[in-house]
């Protein structure tokens, strides 16, 4: 099986990421062997002194690609960003959307929150085409409380973005059953590593890929872990599944019901 990985933090030198080249090359190499064949690099950008930090990160891009191709690693690279919330977004520098598309943008909430003016500037955003993918929403604080904030954003036409290391249990039950949930209830677009070492985060999605394999079968895991991915990096339309309504699954289920059924399959 071959994936594409939209969210990684594989440059050294630059955020809380791989801490150096042997380190990245090493997370490459994992990468590969579980079948990662293309991956784009996102490094967090905080701040205005992040967004200065254009130029140095091309050359840190540049000079990852290049190692990597020495060190006989296949696995093509693309550059985005991580973008943090702010009110002023820079879409207009090249490493802000998806390999220089101009269209699809990676941006992370604030852990525990979401700000008011977020609805209002996706919104505005997404009639503009510029087409916000949120950063792994099964590990806000405010989703977690209050699942329908995602159903939300999608409905305006925002992209989800789900960890694997969240449906591995990685980051513990809540992130898992929420990330289980968004997928089941047809509102995320990929699952991507967020890979940011070795162990705890690594460059992996096979085991997350069986996940929703076993669970919603191979049309749905194909494309959450190729053909959007794939879509994203090359700025295409993506084709999105009719969200099943909260509050009526099935016609009977309120949310908090199905919360409590995948409660009930998710083995820790
Ligand atoms: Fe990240």
Same mark, same amino acid.
């Given at each position: 099986?071959?994936?594409i990985d939209t969210h990684s933090h594989?440059?050294? #030198? ?9 380190? %990245?090359?090493? $997370? $490459?190499?994992q990468g590969q062997e579980d079948g ?14 992040? &967004? ?5 990160? &091309? ?6 690609? #290049?190692?990597?191709?020495?060190? =006989?690693?296949?696995?093509?690279? #693309? ?24 269209? &699809? *943008? ?29 950063? @792994?929403?099964?590990?806000? =604080? ?20 789900? !960890?694997? =290391?969240?449906?591995?249990?990685? *980051? ?7 990330? $289980?949930?968004?997928?089941?209830? !047809? ?8 890979? @940011?070492?070795?162990? %705890?985060?690594?460059?992996?999605? %096979? /085991? ?13 895991? /194909?494309?959450?872990? &190729?053909? !959007? ?9 993506? /084709? ?7 509050? !009526? *699954?099935? =016609? ?17």
């Amino acid at each position: 099986m071959q994936f594409i990985d939209t969210h990684s933090h594989l440059i050294p #030198h630059f955020d809380d990421g791989s801490p150096d080249w042997e380190t %990245s090359l090493e $997370m $490459m190499r994992q990468g590969q062997e579980d079948g990662i064949v293309e991956a784009v690099c996102t490094p967090h950008i905080l701040s205005k002194l992040d &967004y200065d930090r254009e130029a140095e990160l &091309y050359r840190l891009f540049e000079e990852l690609r #290049h190692r990597a191709k020495k060190a =006989g690693i296949a696995v093509k690279l #693309h550059l985005a960003a991580e973008l943090y919330l702010q009110p002023d977004l820079n879409l207009d520098c090249r490493m802000a959307t998806f390999a220089d598309n101009g269209r &699809y *943008f990676l941006v992370e909430f604030p852990m525990n929150l979401i700000p008011d003016f977020v609805s209002q500037r996706f919104f505005d955003l997404v009639m503009a085409n510029r087409i916000p993918v949120i950063a @792994h929403p099964e590990r806000n =604080g405010k989703i977690l409380r209050d699942p329908e904030k995602a159903y939300e954003f999608v409905e305006r036409g925002g992209l989800l973005q789900v !960890n694997s =290391g969240s449906l591995n249990g990685v *980051f513990g039950r809540m992130p898992k059953i929420l990330a $289980m949930q968004l997928i089941d209830a !047809n509102l995320v677009t990929m699952v991507a590593t967020d890979a @940011h070492d070795l162990r %705890s985060r690594p460059f992996k999605l %096979s /085991q997350a890929y069986e996940t929703v394999m076993n669970e919603w079968g191979a049309k749905k895991a /194909q494309k959450l872990f &190729y053909d !959007n991915p794939r879509k994203i990096i090359l700025g295409e339309d993506i /084709q999105a599944e009719e969200p099943k309504p909260w509050g !009526n *699954f099935d =016609g009977k289920l309120s949310l908090k019901d199905r919360f409590k059924l995948i409660v009930d399959k998710v083995r820790m």
